[in-house]
Each structure stands twice: as C-alpha cells, then as structure tokens.
C-alpha cells in the first residue's frame, strides 16, 4: 500500500498522508475490515481530486476575484469549427466534435459566458443625435427601452395650445425612475414622428407600435413639481375595476381594488385621479384610481339616476328607506311586539345617515396600549345572535370581559336586583341625562326610558377591562370616537336556508315575541336579511369585521379569535384615533 495519496501536480497531499499512518498504527487497535476500508477510500482518485480542488479555492484570499479567462469563447469556437470542417472525412473523432460544437446549447451556453464575462447586461441605445441651434428653445431628447413594463405617464392636449404635453407621471413607473421625464413637458417628436396636430390616441399608437428603444423629444417645462410620495393611507369603501370605467384617463395605468383595502395614496395633485399602491405592494408602480371628490359625484349621480328612474335594487336607498325592523305591520296584527327595549333616539334616522357617501377613510396603525383594551361592539339586525354572543364572552371570563348595566325608568320587578339586571334611576333625571348627552344609546317602551350610559362605556375600559356591547346600530356614531376606539365586528345572518335550517335545528325561540315561546316565522326570518342589508348599507363601513352566524359555536370562536387579534395586534383605525 502507497504511503501518501498523489496530488493532481505529483506531489503528496500531507492531511491524507497523516491519516493514513494513523491507521497503519492503529491496525493491532481496530477490525481489520473497517481499517481497509478507510484505506481504500483515502487512496481513491476521486477524493484525491476533491481535496485538491478544497484546498486550491481555500486559498483563495477573500480580495481576489475569479475573472474568465477569455471573454472571446465564441469567436474560438469559431476558429475550432473551420480548423475541423476539412478533417471531418477523415476522423470519425472530428466529425463527431464539429458537431458538438454546433449544438445550440452549447453555443448558447458560450453566448452567455461571453456577455457576462464583457459586463454586457444592458441594452444598447442608440447614439443621440446632437442639433444645435441658437434661435430655437430648448429641447432634451429621452431615450427609454421598451419592455412589457407600461411607460408609467400620462399625455394630454393642452386645452389653451392645442400641443400635447405631459400629464401626470406614475409613482414608481419607468418614466418616474429615469428622473428625465417631468409633468408639463411639451412633446414633439415620438421616434422621429412629429405629434403636431396628433391626438394622444395618435401618440399612444406610435408607441404601442414601436419596438427596442423609444425616443421622445421634448420641451421641458418651466418647472418640475413635487414628485415626492406622500405618506397618507386609506381604507376603501368600494370595489374598482378600472378595466370597467369608461373615465379613467388610460386604463393600462389604473389599480383596481376591493371594499375593505388599504391603499397607499402617493399623489393627489389631480383633483379627479389619485395616484396609489396597495398597502401590501410596497415596490410596484402606482395606479390611478378615482379622488374622493370623482367618486362622490359618481355615487350621487347612480342614486340620482336610480330615484328618478324608480328602479329598487337590493341595498340601495330606495329600499334602506322602508319600514325599520321590529316595527308594527299592519298587515299582521297577530305578530307579537318586538322585545328588544333599548332602542336608538327615534331623532336620529336612517334618512339622514344615507346622505352620509362612504368612498374613503384616511387611515393609520393603532397599537395595543398595556392594560387599555378597545371596547368590542357587536353590531347587527334583531334577532341574528349577537347579544347571545356577547353573553357568551362575558361568561367565558367575567373577570376580562364585561358588559355595562342599562338605565331604565321602570320600577324594580320581583326577583330584581338594583345594579344588577338595570340601574333604575327617576324619569325626570334619566332625561336631565339624555339632554346632556350622557347616553350612546336611549329609547322608550311602553311609556318607560331605557339607555346605556357613557360614562359606564369608560369606566370598564378603565378598570382594565374589555368592554363589549350589542347596541342599536345607530348608536355607532356614538361610540365611535377617537376616546373609546371601539373594535367593532357586524354580526350577520346566512342565506335565507341555512337560517331557517339552524335556527330549527337550535330550537331558537323567536325575539320578536315577548313571552319567547314560539320559533321563527319565514317572515320574520326575510326582516332579518333586509335588516342587516339595511346595516351593511348605511354602516358597513364603520365596522372592522364580520361575522357570519350560521352556526353558533363557530361563530362564537371567530369572536374570541377576533377578540384576542384586538387585544395584541396593530390594527388599521381611522388617523384621528392615532394622532
């Protein structure tokens, strides 16, 4: 057995060597099988190869660099393919090289080596044409590289000159990075096409038809806007397809969106388009979407268009308007008085909250505050489920979760307690309160007052307590403000099947009548759905999150989950709450 393993240059590599005299010592010492094993394995070849190839790139000092060491590799392939062509009827060997070397895998792969090994990685713009002229204006010419990348700018006719110009420049787009393209600049040449006379459908085709390299000339404008991103966040209060708006200045350049997504608006020089990214899209180019001002318009301009014409659709203001849930119908006289007691100040209407256009909400990160929780409201139509929600997280932990005790100016009923069930107070002083604002919600029945206070609101919250409650859905506007920051979670029925089945299966006993002894009507099933339509209507957007009751304990999880997401996660609340 050799002493050494050989290295590649003939010398002896001295790490293998040493391990193998230690095993010639320790042959008395070990089975004989594993020591030939080992000694095989240090004298192979391979690991031989692998050692030296271990120690030459260890050697390495961390301020080389491994360079090519030709960056011409297809130019001697070249040179190799007419050095064989001739030999290729003689030598089988040749012939099968020169074939080899003309795979396109092969020479792709030299392609490559070649332009990596020249730094070519950028495409080449053609030289820039020099004109000098004393006499005319200034002109900067702008060469881009086409890719499937939108150029990110807008152009328009100057209503005044009739030239067409530089409309807007998307934040992040191509034309924004290049720094060389700014709002107001006059252009007069696409690719050696002079616009004058053209219309910006005429200039869109030229580039769309254009290929490689675009080069734009242009009078610079007098002077450069402010093209910095602004920081303001809104949540949206609508869907957009920007595909479907006939309006929108160029189609390719709008974001569309969903109700409920936080949106980065980067620009809002333009009265009309907004500039904006998704929250969650940090690094992409933004897109146009329509302004608060535009989509208000829009959505009076649909509700002028639906009154005149008589059209209901389901949720719109020609059937949010109807008879609220709960009131008599004269068509039923046997249907049972409705049991819920705290009921919204009949003042406030849903007449005046329908005016109220839901487009945006400028938005911010509220963060939990030790020991200070939101308040949890559970907002739905009569009957849905969510004051047998609400009693079921306060039963989970009395100690956490609590519920405030309503004012009533009834008298005390037998098996009650005072400060209990009701704080029973004189009618002369629960209006003296009313009057002075001291109730989020209030209400009459049968000639006696009920509310809820809110100083009762705050003063769980300041124990350190999580405050919930299941008022009137009116009573939102109220309880959001920027001192109780409620978390605020819609409670909402399924389709009208899945209702009635799991109400039948629960044996749910109906809310719209007082003695609770009977189940559900289909009927009364039907105002439930058309409640929560009317909720989703006029306040959908002031609620966080949604839960849909089909199934109690499902339900009732989500809750806690929910509970717990605003309890310890940074959430996004109106800025008002944060500043």
């Known amino acids: 057995m050799t002493a050494a393993v050989m290295a590649a240059d003939g010398s002896f590599d001295p790490v293998i060597s040493k391990l193998i005299t230690s095993l010639k010592e320790a042959e008395s010492l070990s089975e004989e099988q594993d020591l030939g094993f080992l000694q095989n394995l240090l004298q192979s070849k391979e690991l031989n190869a692998l050692v030296n190839v271990h120690s030459k790139v260890a050697k390495i000092n961390k301020d080389d660099r491994i360079a090519p060491l030709l960056s011409a590799s297809m130019q001697v392939l070249i040179e190799v393919l007419e050095l064989l062509a001739p030999r290729c009827h003689i030598s089988p060997l040749c012939k099968e090289v020169f074939h080899l070397l003309q795979t396109p895998h092969l020479q792709s792969l030299l392609f490559a080596h070649d332009a990596i090994a020249q730094k070519d990685f950028f495409p080449h713009l053609p030289e820039i044409p020099v004109e000098v002229d004393e006499d005319e204006e200034t002109i900067k010419i702008v060469q881009l590289v086409k890719s499937n990348e939108p150029l990110g700018a807008t152009i328009k006719t100057d209503e005044e000159t009739g030239k067409i110009i530089i409309a807007r420049i998307m934040h992040g787009g191509a034309a924004d990075r290049s720094g060389l393209i700014h709002v107001g600049d006059e252009v007069i040449e696409v690719n050696n096409i002079n616009v004058e006379g053209k219309t910006p459908g005429d200039v869109l085709s030229i580039l769309q038809n254009s290929e490689g390299t675009i080069t734009f000339k242009l009078v610079p404008s007098d002077g450069k806007l402010d093209q910095r991103e602004s920081k303001v966040r809104v949540r949206a209060y609508f869907d957009y397809e920007p595909e479907n708006d006939p309006y929108i200045p160029c189609k390719e350049a709008g974001l569309g969106f969903v109700k409920g997504d936080i949106l980065h608006i980067v620009s809002q020089d333009d009265s009309y388009w907004w500039q904006a990214r998704r929250e969650c899209e940090k690094t992409t180019r933004a897109g146009l979407i329509p302004s608060r001002a535009l989509q208000e318009r829009r959505i009076l301009h649909e509700r002028t268009q639906k009154e005149s014409n008589g059209e209901t659709k ?179 029925p399924p389709a009208f099947d899945k209702l009635k089945q799991s109400r039948t299966k629960a044996r749910a006993r109906s809310t719209f009548d007082e003695s609770n002894s009977r189940g559900f009507t289909d009927e009364e099933f039907n105002e439930m759905i058309k409640s929560d339509e009317r909720i989703t209507f006029l306040y959908g957007h002031f609620c966080d999150d949604e839960i849909v009751n089909g199934d109690l304990t499902e339900a009732f999880e989500k809750l806690v989950s929910l509970a717990n997401k605003a309890e310890t996660e940074p959430l996004w609340a109106p800025v008002s709450w944060v500043q």
């Open 314 to 492: 389901k949720g719109s203001c020609a059937s949010i308007c109807t008879t609220p849930p709960g009131s008599p119908n004269p068509n039923n006289p046997c249907r049972g008085p409705k049991t819920k007691k705290i009921m919204y100040d009949t003042a406030e209407n849903d007449d005046f909250d329908r005016e109220l256009i839901a487009t945006y909400e400028e938005v911010a990160k509220l963060y939990p505050r030790p020991n200070v929780y939101r308040p949890i409201v559970l907002i739905g139509s009569p009957g849905v489920g969510r004051n047998e929600l609400k009693r079921r997280l306060v039963a989970r932990d009395p100690e956490k979760y609590k519920s405030p005790v309503p004012y009533t100016t009834r008298p005390v009923r037998p098996g009650e307690v005072a400060g209990r069930e009701y704080l029973f107070v004189t009618r002369e002083k629960m209006e003296n309160d009313i009057a002075s604002g001291k109730f989020i919600e209030h209400g009459e029945y049968k000639g006696h007052l009920y509310g809820t206070s809110g100083e009762s609101v705050k003063s769980i919250v300041n124990a350190g307590c999580v405050c919930v409650l299941s008022p009137h859905y009116q009573a939102l506007k109220s309880l959001r403000t920027p001192q109780l920051k409620p978390y605020i979670v819609h409670i909402r």
